[in-house]
């Protein structure tokens, strides 16, 4: 690997994601990575904040365990994309030299990410979803390879800053502490003009979001029984402002499109909430879909080795708890009862 002219070794830097004023859940989570790793450094935690008119964020960066908040304000940052955000990263990152930045692997961090790396001629893990340092202080960055069959743990011993992009979904949002504050440092922006204009950010329907996106997955199996039948589970899917999803059986059976399909031959996802509708739970689908943060399955066959993986598991046939699933979750939705997926998790519990 080449030498590079930066050295990298102050602090861990997270790039905070935000959405019509509110952080993204991803960055919350990759902001408690960052705390555990700077601590076991002796390094600061430090957040990269841009946007315009969104200093009120930083408080909050605080309370989920920044240090330091560095916010960078201009109205060509106001809507997030990777173009604007390129130039005043490289030009802090030059000038402040971070040993690791992380952001999440969403679908800014995951062009911003290898654009940033490609321009500071270092490299990047992406999809990581384990992060730790070794006694030499370098970050071990663990991701799935070959569809989930194993994990790699990647070092870059020579690249500074040691970039990685973290899937949402993964870890473990830590409860915040309200009483701490973070240091506020004001950056200008280096900003420089780009091919690409951002004109407007329009949130798309959840149910078009491609599956390794979506916070919530409803799938089905050879147990939904027929194409016709997936409307049910798009409809509990639509309460939840989720997606569907499937199994090979049921894509073998025409029922619903390849790109669909979830396991060792399709998607690898990892959703904060996954409902496996009348799907067995053979190892090529568990594979798939094992690191979603909550599982809930629905199966007639109380033996499925599906309720294995489950963290809920509702024995019964599909055609009658999942409308009546979407109906309770609709009135509860309705009623407030129901905010977060969290929140659906334990409805269900109890
Ligand atoms: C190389 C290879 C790659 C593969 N890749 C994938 C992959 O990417 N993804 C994948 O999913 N599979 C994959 N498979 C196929 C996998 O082995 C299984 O055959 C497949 O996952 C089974 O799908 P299923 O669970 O929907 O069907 P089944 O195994 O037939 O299970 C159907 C389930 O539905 C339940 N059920 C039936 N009726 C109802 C009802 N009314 N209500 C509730 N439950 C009901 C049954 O009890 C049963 O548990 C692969 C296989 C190979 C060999």
Same mark, same amino acid.
């Given at each position: 690997?080449?030498?590079?002219a930066?050295s990298?070794?102050?602090?861990?830097?997270?790039?905070?994601?935000?959405e019509?004023?509110?952080?993204?859940?991803?960055?919350?989570?990759?902001?408690?990575a960052?705390?555990k790793?700077?601590d076991?450094?002796g390094?600061?935690?430090?957040a990269?904040?841009l946007?315009h008119?969104?200093?009120?964020l930083?408080?909050?960066?605080?309370?989920?365990?920044?240090d330091?908040?560095?916010?960078?304000?201009?109205?060509?940052?106001?809507?997030?994309?990777?173009?604007?955000?390129?130039?005043?990263l490289?030009?802090?990152?030059?000038?402040?030299q971070?040993?690791? /930045?992380?952001?999440? !692997?969403?679908p @800014? &961090?995951?062009?911003l $990410?290898?654009?940033? +790396? =490609?321009?500071l001629? %270092?490299?990047?893990?992406?999809?990581?979803t384990?992060l730790?340092?070794?006694?030499?202080?370098l970050?071990?960055?663990?991701?799935p390879?070959?569809?989930?069959k194993?994990?790699?743990?990647?070092?870059?011993?020579s690249?500074?800053?040691?970039m990685?992009t973290?899937k949402?979904?993964?870890?473990?949002?830590?409860?915040?502490?309200?009483?701490?504050?973070?240091?506020?440092?004001?950056?200008?922006?280096v900003m420089?003009?780009?091919?690409?204009e951002?004109?407007?950010?329009?949130?798309?329907?959840?149910?078009?979001v491609?599956?390794?996106?979506?916070?919530?997955?409803v799938a089905?199996?050879?147990?939904?029984?027929?194409?016709?039948?997936?409307?049910i /589970?798009?409809?509990? !899917?639509?309460? @939840? &402002?989720g997606?569907? $999803?499937?199994?090979? +059986? =049921?894509?073998?059976? %025409?029922?619903?499109?390849?790109e669909?399909?979830?396991?060792?031959?399709g998607?690898?996802?990892s959703?904060?909430?996954?409902?496996?509708?009348?799907?067995?739970?053979?190892?090529?689908h568990?594979m798939g879909m094992k690191?979603s943060?909550?599982?809930i399955?629905?199966?007639?066959?109380?033996?499925?080795?599906?309720?294995?993986?489950a963290?809920?598991?509702?024995?019964?046939?599909l055609?009658e708890?999942?409308?009546?699933l979407?109906?309770?979750?609709r009135?509860a939705?309705?009623?407030?009862?129901?905010k977060?997926?969290?929140d659906?998790?334990?409805?269900?519990?109890?």
């Open positions: 690997m080449k030498e590079r930066i990298g070794d102050r602090g861990v830097l997270v790039l905070a994601e935000h019509r004023g509110e952080l993204k859940e991803v960055t919350l989570e990759v902001l408690g960052g705390r790793l700077a076991k450094l390094d600061k935690l430090g990269l904040l946007g008119d969104a200093t009120g930083a408080e909050p960066l605080g309370h989920h365990f920044a330091v908040v560095y916010v960078m304000d201009s109205p060509e940052l106001e809507i997030p994309s990777a173009s604007s955000y390129l130039a005043p490289q030009h802090f990152i030059a000038e402040n971070p040993r690791v /930045l992380l952001m999440g !692997a969403t @800014l &961090g995951r062009e $990410g290898p654009r940033l +790396a =490609a321009r001629g %270092g490299s990047l893990a992406s999809d990581c384990i730790d340092v070794n006694e030499d202080g970050l071990l960055q663990t991701k390879a070959y569809g989930g194993v994990y790699t743990t990647l070092i870059c011993p690249s500074r800053p040691q990685a973290v949402p979904g993964v870890m473990e949002v830590k409860p915040p502490n309200a009483d701490r504050r973070a240091q506020m440092v004001r950056v200008t922006p420089e003009k780009t091919p690409v951002v004109l407007d950010f329009i949130k798309g329907d959840p149910s078009d491609p599956l390794e996106e979506a916070d919530i997955v089905g199996g050879r147990g939904v029984g027929g194409a016709a039948n997936f409307g /589970l798009e409809e509990l !899917a639509g309460v @939840l &402002g997606t569907v $999803g499937a199994s090979r +059986a =049921a894509v073998d059976e %025409g029922w619903i499109p390849f669909k399909q979830v396991g060792q031959t998607k690898t996802v959703p904060k909430l996954y409902i496996a509708c009348g799907i067995s739970g053979q190892i090529q568990v690191d943060r909550s599982i399955a629905i199966n007639i066959d109380v033996a499925a080795p599906i309720f294995k993986v963290d809920v598991g509702i024995v019964g046939d055609r708890v999942v409308p009546a979407a109906e309770l979750l009135q939705v309705k009623e407030g009862t129901i977060t997926v969290g659906v998790t334990k409805a269900l519990r109890s």
